[in-house]
């Protein structure tokens, strides 16, 4: 029973362009969201992050998006370099739980040059 | 910067081998976990720690145990390696609950 959903397991964009990564949730009690990014032969890096009393952070080229009614949040990354290519996770964590982070299952994003 | 180091990033086991993998963070971290991730299926957790010589399970804590006997370190342990271990463990601690969590670079293992 996946709690956190990635359903494109990869994607391609040309450089310049917008990326959008997508994940979905079905934990009503997840209140906080973080996506992270792992190149090969590396652990994944902390890159950005949302409470849910928010529905929009930003962070240079990265922003995040919340949609709490659609349990529905999305990664922009504006413009895309070759550099971002890589593995990206989203994570959810409920306040109220034993500490843990539930991952999604990531998504190979490509930035072709 | 925090540093999460383990202590080996490729390993070659046998089945029935017993694994140990260790885990060292150097900020002073209350909480660590160990992760294994595998295609398609993402980081899925094995066990967590939020203090020294606790101990939570994850979600696939089966045929693993861990130990934490001082606060910067964390390891798992296969008692009896089998081949649907084979996998990248990944490690990583965090000071808050909803923190940020520090990953390791992982530690790839080979069961045959």
């Known amino acids: 029973d996946q709690q956190v959903k990635q359903n494109s397991p990869s994607l391609s964009v040309q450089e310049g362009r917008i990326s959008i990564l997508n994940c979905d949730y079905t934990?009503?009690?997840?209140?906080?969201f973080l996506w992270y990014k792992k190149y090969p032969a590396e652990g994944p890096t902390f890159l950005i992050s949302?409470?849910?009393?928010?529905d929009k952070n930003e962070d240079g080229r990265f922003t995040v998006f919340l949609n709490k009614s659609a349990k529905h949040l999305s990664l922009h990354i504006v413009p895309s370099q070759p550099g971002d290519s890589a593995v990206y996770f989203c994570?959810?964590?409920?306040?109220?739980?034993?500490?843990?982070?539930?991952f999604g299952s990531g998504t190979q994003l490509t930035v072709l040059p | 910067d925090v540093k999460v180091t383990q202590s080996s990033r490729y390993l070659v086991k046998r089945t029935g081998e017993k694994v140990f993998l260790e885990c060292v963070q150097d900020?002073?971290?209350?909480?660590m976990f160990w992760y294994r991730q595998d295609p398609g299926l993402g980081l899925r957790l094995i066990y967590f720690?939020?203090?020294?010589?606790?101990?939570e399970k994850g979600d696939i804590p089966e045929g693993y145990s861990v130990s934490r006997e001082k606060k910067e370190r964390f390891s798992l342990i296969l008692e009896s390696a089998s081949t649907n271990q084979t996998s990248m463990y990944l490690c990583?601690?965090?000071?808050?609950?909803?923190?940020?969590?520090?990953f390791g670079e992982g530690s790839r293992l080979t069961v045959l």
């Open positions: 994570a959810a964590i409920s306040s109220g739980s034993a500490r843990q982070l539930t």
């Open positions: 990583a601690s965090s000071l808050s609950v909803a923190g940020e969590l520090f």
């Open positions: 720690s939020y203090d020294v010589k606790m101990k």
């Open positions: 900020m002073d971290h209350e909480n």
């Open positions: 949302i409470s849910s009393i928010k």
């Open positions: 934990n009503s009690m997840f209140d906080y």
